[in-house]
């Protein structure tokens, strides 16, 4: 086990009906704030209605941004940060999945410093500062509610790189706190669903395949979640309503990306920043992107740490150890946890998602090549392209 600094300052107020607790949450970092949401689900559900009356009986005053859609992009990062400029916003409380609470996060950072924002992104300058972010959670996936990352989306000469807001002082764009009702997602569409679940098992995986010794207890956790995600996933798709199963995946999608899970180990996340080139260029939901690059991933690099994926085969999917055929037992493991994405209505090929080869080296050249299992080259990158077509 390595060294590590863990650091998770935020508050989680989790349960039925939490939402009501917008106002009192707020208050406590000022009397002003930026209601940051996407598109009309909340106020479709009543979500919205809810949380403005809770914000006026704590005597908080609100300006709106709502708009903010998948893949967030910096044109509304911009518009964010010169309404609490111009309106001296306390607090951002985004009200949304991670794509919402992402893009509050760029605005956070972004509205105490004089230069443009995107200078963190391009490592141009280091945040100093950052106004305090909340979150209601609306789609458990991206884990960036109680998470020190966040992504979004600019286009040099007609490229679309998505990229990390910024690349150091993340603790200052952690949410303050996080307002988890697992009721508030017992609307969500199958495939949304679907694309969550697999995003939080990838964050947990990215933990997982390290090659980092003596980790056991972190083997342990990530195991457990994991499994939960599995079987809760099962259920959810079957009834969507159930308040326990959609209480443990919302849960599970926390503690996945809190890095409570990466204590003391070297994490991978070759196929996050692999599947940025694809949703960043295709706008593809970025948990199908990754349903189709993380299997491709495995089988790329499954040689390199063979131990390690018989370990997930074994222990998370429940296979046969074959001790004459190590190798068998690591692909079988691979090949049930493809077949738990397609179980759950996810893509698993690029040609499911209409994405042609034509670009496959541009994407590899331009993509970010970080790996702790195998270092990623453009060419391995592309060979997994090809492994996910």
Same mark, same amino acid.
Request: glycine share 8%; with cysteine.
């Given at each position: ?16 009906? $939490?939402?009501?607790? *917008? /106002?009192?949450?707020? +208050?406590? !970092? ?7 949401? #996407? ?98 959670? $609306?789609?458990?996936? *991206? /884990?960036?509610?109680? +998470?020190? !990352? ?7 000469? #007609? ?231």
């Amino acid at each position: 086990m390595e060294n590590f600094d863990f650091w998770c300052g935020t508050r989680i107020i989790f349960g039925r009906g $939490t939402e009501k607790q *917008a /106002g009192e949450a707020v +208050s406590m !970092y000022g009397k002003t704030a930026l209601l940051h949401y #996407g598109g009309g689900s909340i106020k479709k559900w009543g979500l919205y209605d809810r949380v403005i009356k809770s914000l006026n009986e704590a005597g908080v005053k609100t300006v709106e941004l709502g708009g903010v859609r998948p893949n967030p992009t910096y044109e509304l990062i911009y518009e964010g940060i010169k309404l609490c400029r111009e309106h001296s916003v306390d607090l951002i409380l985004a009200v949304g999945g991670g794509s919402v609470i992402d893009s509050a996060k760029g605005i956070a950072v972004g509205a105490p410093y004089e230069g443009d924002v995107l200078d963190f992104t391009l490592k141009k300058a280091v945040a100093k500062e950052a106004l305090p972010v909340g979150a209601i959670l $609306t789609l458990p996936a *991206a /884990g960036s509610e109680s +998470s020190q !990352y966040a992504v979004a989306t600019h286009e040099v000469d #007609g490229y679309p790189y998505k990229r990390d807001v910024v690349w150091e002082n993340f603790h200052l764009i952690r949410p303050k706190f996080a307002i988890l009702n697992p009721e508030l997602t017992c609307t969500l569409p199958p495939f949304q669903t679907a694309c969550g679940i697999c995003d939080i098992m990838a964050h947990v995986m990215e933990r997982y395949f390290t090659s980092v010794k003596n980790v056991e207890l972190t083997d342990r956790l990530s195991e457990a979640v994991l499994k939960t995600v599995i079987n809760n996933g099962r259920v959810v798709m079957k009834e969507p309503e159930n308040y326990d199963a959609r209480a443990e995946i919302m849960w599970a999608g926390s503690v996945a990306h809190n890095d409570l899970l990466g204590t003391g180990r070297q994490p991978d996340f070759a196929s996050h920043m692999i599947e940025h080139e694809i949703s960043g260029i295709y706008d593809i939901a970025h948990g199908a992107g990754l349903a189709i690059i993380f299997p491709a991933w495995m089988k790329h690099v499954y040689k390199n740490n063979l131990d390690r994926f018989v370990q997930f085969a074994v222990r998370v999917w429940n296979v046969d150890h074959n001790f004459y055929s190590p190798e068998q037992t690591a692909l079988e493991g691979i090949e049930k946890y493809e077949k738990f994405l397609k179980e759950i209505g996810l893509p698993t090929r690029l040609s499911e998602e209409n994405i042609p080869a034509d670009r496959f080296e541009e994407m590899a050249e331009k993509a970010m090549k970080p790996g702790s299992i195998k270092k990623m080259t453009a060419k391995d990158i592309v060979e997994i392209f090809k492994l996910a077509s």
